[in-house]
C-alpha cells in the first residue's frame, strides 16, 4: 500500500516555542492532506487539512504547509503548550479515496 | 451532530477465543466506515472499509473479519484470536470521499 513517512519519530520543544512536524508522502496523485493529533489511550483528532491546489493553510496556532514538487507536508505549531504533547500523523488520500497515515511523531513540550 | 461510538474501550482474551468489536455512528446516513489497527509504536494500518450495507473491503489478509449489518453499525470480528492481533483497534467513518475521517475513541485489544 501507500507509504507516508514521517522525518522524525519524536520531538521534544520548549513550552513557548514554535513547533515543526514533517511528513513525506510518496503518491504524486495524493489530492488531500490531513493532519491528526492523537492523544494517549485515545483516537486521532483531526487538526487541519489542505488540498493539493493549496500550500499552505492556517489555523488556530496551527499552519499546514504543502510542497507538491519534492512532495513534503509539514505542521507548524506556534507558542507550543503542554496540551500540545502528542502524536501528530498527517495522511494522504490516493486516487482510491482512501487515506494512508504515517508512522507518526511523538511531540514532547517540555514545561 | 454526528458521533461515533465504540465498544468496548478495553479488552483482554486468551488466545484462540473469539473476538466482536462494534462501532456505531449516529446523525448520519450512508457514511463510509473503516477499522483501522494501531500496533505499538506504529502508524494506523487500514483493516476494512465499507461504503454501504453489506459491503465490506479487504485491505490485508489477516485472521479477522468485519460485517456491516445495518448501515450505522461496523463490527470487526475473529473466529480464533492470536497473540498478534493484539493492539489499537480504531472505527472511523467519513460522508463521501471528499472529507477526512472521525475516528472513534478506540479500543486497547490484549490478546494472552
Known amino acids: 500500500g501507500e507509504s507516508v513517512g514521517l522525518h522524525l519519530p519524536t520531538l521534544s520543544v520548549q513550552e513557548g516555542d514554535n513547533s515543526i512536524i514533517n511528513c513525506a508522502y510518496s503518491n504524486s496523485a495524493s489530492d488531500y492532506f490531513i493532519w491528526y493529533k492523537q492523544e494517549s489511550g485515545k483516537g486521532p483528532q483531526f487538526i487541519i487539512d489542505?488540498?493539493?491546489?493549496?500550500d499552505k493553510r492556517q489555523g488556530q496556532r496551527v499552519t499546514v504547509l504543502l510542497n507538491k514538487t519534492v512532495k513534503h507536508l509539514s505542521l507548524q505549531i506556534a507558542a507550543t503548550q503542554p496540551g500540545d504533547s502528542a502524536v501528530y500523523f498527517c495522511?494522504?488520500?490516493?486516487?482510491?479515496?482512501?487515506?494512508?497515515f504515517g508512522t507518526g511523531t511523538s511531540l514532547t513540550v517540555i514545561p | 451532530s454526528q458521533t461515533i461510538h465504540q465498544w468496548p474501550a478495553t479488552l483482554v482474551q486468551p488466545v484462540g477465543s473469539p473476538l466482536s468489536l462494534e462501532c456505531t455512528v449516529e446523525g448520519t446516513s450512508n457514511p463510509n466506515l473503516y477499522w483501522y489497527r494501531q500496533a505499538a509504536g506504529r502508524g494506523l494500518q487500514l483493516l476494512f472499509y465499507?461504503?454501504?450495507?453489506?459491503?465490506i473491503s479487504s485491505e490485508v489478509p489477516q485472521n479477522l473479519s468485519a460485517s456491516r449489518p445495518q448501515d450505522r453499525q461496523f463490527i470487526l470480528s475473529s473466529k480464533k484470536l492470536l497473540l498478534s492481533d493484539s493492539g489499537f483497534y480504531l472505527c472511523?467513518?467519513?460522508?463521501?470521499?471528499?472529507?477526512?475521517?472521525?475516528f472513534g475513541s478506540g479500543t486497547r485489544l490484549t490478546v494472552v
Open positions: 472511523a467513518w467519513s460522508v463521501g470521499s471528499l472529507d477526512g475521517y472521525t
Open positions: 495522511a494522504d488520500r490516493n486516487t482510491g479515496n482512501q487515506f494512508y
Open positions: 489542505i488540498r493539493s491546489n493549496m
Open positions: 465499507s461504503v454501504g450495507i453489506g459491503q
